[in-house]
Structure formats: C-alpha cells, structure tokens
C-alpha cells in the first residue's frame, strides 16, 4: 500500500491524500494506482501539499465515495530494495522464530496507525502484536524466509493459577 484517499476538499471532487511513500510528493510518480483488489484504477494529479485531483471524480459526492480507499502500486514499478533493505509487504509470510530458534508463528500483516509498524504473527491458536524494532526483531532474513523476534516480556501474558480455561 502507497497510499490512502482522505476526504473531500472542496466541491470540485479533490480529495486529501495520505501517503506512505518515502517522499509524500513521489505517489504521483506511480499514478494510475489501484485499490486492494486491483480491478479500480485511479489516476493521480497533485495539486499542491496533501490535496489531489482523481482522473474522473468531478465532484464532492464522487469524491466522499472514495474515502477510505487504499491505494496500491504494482510490484514491478518500486525501486529495487538494497541489500539489507526489503519494502514492508515482503514481511508478510516469513516464519517468525525465536533467538532460541522456537517457531512462534507466521507473519500475517503489518501494520502501521502513527506510532510505528508492529508485525501481526499467528501461532499456536495465538495472535503475537510485536512492535517492528530492532530490539523486537533483530534479524529480517527474506531470503531465508524468517524473521527472528525477542517477544518483549510485557506483552507475555502467562494465566494465573485457576485461569487457565477461563474464558
């Protein structure tokens, strides 16, 4: 995901424009983006700061509609990482294990809402919230297909005696 349509501005069908590219202004760069699934395609045009004219929203009501939508570039049109460098995504689907090399999962999604990225990882009937640092995950390997993750012990809830099938 590059980027998200905020809401309208104005009456004119342009709309705020939230990007996750190193460069905000650089989105425009990979116009026409598409939404999650690939099949809407929407051509960008900056107008200045956040704000961004749609190829084909002409007004207010166009514009609300799309609210909320992500937006999405296609693979082959990012750089190309450097080494020891990886895009967000590529974390998605690499096993998460331990120093001690104790599989704790699988790395569903990562997420960012402001405060920084956190790996979303499945294991063992459990869903693990590991925030993505270095001191968390020390060692992103793609290419082996893990990452190793030192869970912080303040999120290691272990149930007290008696808890154990409480629901």
Do not use: N, W
Request: proline share 6%; net charge negative.
């Amino acid at each position: 995901m590059v980027g998200e349509i905020g809401r309208p501005h104005g009456v004119r069908g342009l709309v705020r424009l939230r990007a996750f590219t190193e460069d905000p202004a650089a989105i425009a760069a990979y116009s026409p983006l598409t939404d999650a699934s690939g099949t809407r395609r929407f051509a960008i045009t900056l107008k200045g700061g956040d704000i961004a004219a749609i190829e084909g929203v002409a007004d207010r009501d166009a514009a609300q509609r799309l609210t909320g939508t992500k937006l999405f570039v296609e693979r082959d049109r990012l750089p190309a990482t450097e080494e020891e460098e990886f895009y967000l995504t590529d974390l998605i689907g690499l096993a998460a294990v331990t120093e001690g090399g104790e599989r704790l999962g699988t790395v569903r999604a990562v997420e960012d809402h402001g405060a920084g990225p956190f790996l979303i990882v499945d294991g063992a009937g459990r869903e693990h919230l590991l925030p993505f640092t270095k001191a968390v995950v020390p060692v992103v390997d793609v290419a082996g297909g893990r990452v190793t993750v030192v869970p912080p012990g303040e999120i290691i809830v272990r149930p007290e005696a008696g808890e154990e099938h409480a629901a």
